[in-house]
C-alpha cells in the first residue's frame, strides 16, 4: 500500500451470531428425492424424455443419471423411447409415502460481513461473549444488519447445502457416508451475538486523505471481511472511534507546533518497536547538562513516577545538571497529574535540587517522551487525521519518534526553557 501511510492497528471485536434453531428432517427415504420425483410424474401418465428434462428444470445429464438408476432397480421400463413405472416401482413409491420425520436442535452460525451460515467453526478464534466482550473493553465493529427469524428461515435451501456437504453437527467425524436428510421445515428459537478478536489497521491516502482499513485474523488478512468494511465506509459508517476536531489551549498548541517542527526528519518507530522503551530507560543515565521530560507520569504511561524518582536521584547526584518536567495533563488524568506535581515540589523543596528543577503543567499538550541534551529525544505525539468527509472530525492516532537533529534539538530545548 505505497499510497497509503498507517495511522493506527487496534485490537477489535468483530460480531457474529449464533442461533438456535430447530430443523425438522425427512429420513431414511428409500429413494433420493430427485429419483421420487420421476417415478411420480411417470405415475400421472409423463413417458418421454425430453418431457421429463423440461418439468423438472434440471440438466440433462443429471436427469439421465437418475434414469439409469431406476432401471437398475427396475423401477422403470422402456419402450422405444417410452418410459413406464413397473410394479416395483409403485412399491417404492408406497414407502417413500412412509415418511420418517425427526426434530433436531441445532447451532447454525451467521457471519453478518460474509452474510454466510454455517456450523461452528472457530477453532483457531478466540471467541467472546458478549458480557466477556463488555469486561475487556474492547471497541465491537459496526456490523451489516442481522437477520431476522423470518429471514433465517428463508434460507432453508442453503440449510439443506450446508447439512448435505457437512452432515449434521452431531454426525460422526468418522462415518463414511452421510444419510440422505431432507429438511421440511426450519424453526428459528432465538440468538446470541459473540465476538471475535481481531486486528484492524487503519490506513490513510496521501493525496486524497481517504481512510482505507485491513482487518487481520488470526495473523493473516481477511479479505471477504475488509470489503464488507470497505463497503460500510462508503455508506458514511464510522468504523473507527472518530473525535471532534478542537483548539488546543495556547500553552499546548504552541508546544505541539514546535514538536510538530522537531520531529520533521526524524525516524518513525513502529508501535512495537522494542527501542522505545530501552530509550526511554537509558535517557536519565545518558544526560550530561540538560533533561527534559514530557509525560501525564500516571499509571500505564510510558513515563512514571519512578522515572521522576529516577531524575531525583541523579539530580542529587549531579550538582550541574539542569532538569525541565512538562506534565501533560488533560481532565481525565488530571488527579494522576497532581500527584506528580505534588512529587515534584517535593523534590524541588530539596536543598540539593532547588531551582535546577524547572516543573510546568500543559492542560492537554498529548506528548510524551525524554529529549537528553542536545544530543537525541524520543517522542511520542498524539496526531489527528481529519476525516477526509466529516472535516469536524478527526482519527486519533499515536507517532514515535527518534531524534538526533542536534540543531532542531537545541532550538527545541531553548524554546521549552523560555516556556518556562
Not at 34 to 46: C, D, M, P, Y
Not at 100 to 105: N, Q
Request: charged share 25%; hydrophobic share 40%; aromatic share 6%.
Amino acid at each position: 500500500m505505497n499510497a497509503f501511510e498507517l495511522l493506527r492497528t487496534e485490537q477489535v471485536a468483530l460480531p457474529i451470531h449464533s442461533w438456535a434453531v430447530d430443523l425438522t428432517l425427512e429420513e431414511d427415504r428409500p429413494l433420493p428425492r430427485l429419483e421420487e420425483t420421476i417415478l411420480r410424474l411417470a405415475q400421472v401418465g409423463v413417458c418421454t424424455f425430453p418431457r421429463f428434462v423440461e418439468l423438472l428444470g434440471l440438466d440433462e445429464r443429471q436427469v439421465a443419471r437418475a434414469f439409469g438408476d431406476l432401471r437398475l432397480k427396475a423401477a422403470l421400463s422402456a419402450d422405444a423411447g417410452s418410459y413406464e413405472i413397473t410394479t416395483a416401482g409403485s412399491k417404492l413409491l408406497e414407502k417413500a409415502a412412509m415418511k420418517s420425520l425427526r426434530k433436531v436442535g441445532v447451532r447454525v452460525w451467521h457471519d453478518p460481513y460474509a452474510d454466510t451460515l454455517k456450523w461452528e467453526d472457530y477453532e483457531n478464534d478466540e471467541v467472546l461473549s458478549g458480557e466477556e466482550q463488555r469486561n475487556s473493553g474492547l471497541r465491537a465493529l459496526h456490523a451489516p444488519v442481522e437477520l431476522r427469524a423470518d429471514e433465517l428461515r428463508a434460507r432453508q435451501r442453503e440449510i439443506q447445502a450446508l447439512m448435505n456437504e457437512n452432515g449434521l453437527p452431531e454426525d460422526s467425524e468418522q462415518a463414511d457416508t452421510l444419510p440422505e436428510r431432507h429438511l421440511m421445515n426450519v424453526t428459528p428459537k432465538g440468538h446470541s451475538t459473540y465476538y471475535i478478536l481481531v486486528e484492524l489497521t487503519v490506513y490513510r491516502h496521501v493525496g486524497t486523505g481517504e481512510f482505507a482499513f485491513m482487518l487481520n485474523r488470526n495473523g493473516a488478512p481477511d479479505k471477504v471481511t475488509t470489503l464488507a468494511l470497505r463497503a460500510l465506509a462508503e455508506q458514511q459508517v464510522d468504523l473507527v472511534p472518530l473525535k471532534p476536531l478542537r483548539t488546543l489551549p495556547s500553552a499546548a498548541q504552541r508546544l505541539m507546533d514546535r514538536m510538530i517542527t522537531l520531529v520533521r526528519g526524524a525516524e518513525v518507530l513502529s508501535e512495537d518497536d522494542p527501542r522505545y522503551q530501552e530509550l526511554l530507560r537509558r535517557a536519565v543515565q545518558n544526560v550530561q547538562h540538560t533533561v527534559t521530560m514530557l509525560g501525564s507520569f500516571s499509571p500505564g504511561s510510558d513515563l512514571g513516577q519512578d522515572d521522576l524518582r529516577a531524575m531525583r536521584t541523579l539530580l542529587l547526584r549531579r550538582p550541574d545538571l539542569q532538569s525541565r518536567v512538562l506534565i501533560t495533563s488533560d481532565e481525565e488524568s488530571m488527579s494522576s497529574s497532581g500527584d506528580a506535581r505534588q512529587l515534584l515540589d517535593q523534590f524541588q523543596t530539596l536543598e540539593a535540587i532547588g531551582d535546577r528543577l524547572h516543573v510546568l503543567e500543559v492542560l492537554d499538550l498529548q506528548a510524551e517522551g525524554v529529549i537528553v541534551d542536545e544530543a537525541w529525544g524520543i517522542l511520542r505525539l498524539r496526531l489527528f487525521a481529519q476525516h477526509p468527509a466529516k472535516r469536524e472530525a478527526g482519527l486519533p492516532y499515536d507517532r514515535t519518534y527518534f531524534i538526533s537533529d542536534v540543531r532542531a534539538l537545541q532550538t527545541f530545548q531553548a524554546d521549552v526553557q523560555a516556556f518556562i
